[in-house]
């Protein structure tokens, strides 16, 4: 599963989690483990896609997420998004 990382707009904590493509948005309404406060936002640096995004010369667009949400629909959620 892909990891994505969250950063705490209050206290600038980053939270890692590794989530199902489609659970991505959830951590950003549980409370910062750090301060408590609900303010966590997704960070778009994302470990565990290709080597090109790894390396931050490219970032993903709405377009290639939206591409990427839809392929996990069609895999019924379970997409194998390990192997990137
Ligand atoms: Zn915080």
Redesign the pocket.
């Known amino acids: 599963m892909p990891t994505y990382n969250y950063k705490?707009?209050?206290?600038?904590?980053v939270v890692e989690r590794i989530l199902r493509v489609a659970d991505y948005k959830k951590p950003e309404s549980e409370?910062?483990?750090?301060?408590?406060?609900h303010?966590?936002r997704q960070v778009i640096h994302t470990v565990g896609f290709t080597d090109s995004y790894s390396l931050g010369r490219i970032q993903p667009s709405d377009e290639w997420k939206g591409f990427i949400r839809d392929l996990d629909r069609k895999n019924k959620g379970n997409a194998g998004f390990t192997t990137w």
Do not use: F, S
């Not at 705490?8 to 904590?13: P, R």
């Not at 409370?31 to 406060?37: A, G, K, L, M, S």
């Open positions: 705490c707009e209050h206290c600038g904590t409370p910062c483990p750090h301060c408590n406060v303010g966590l």
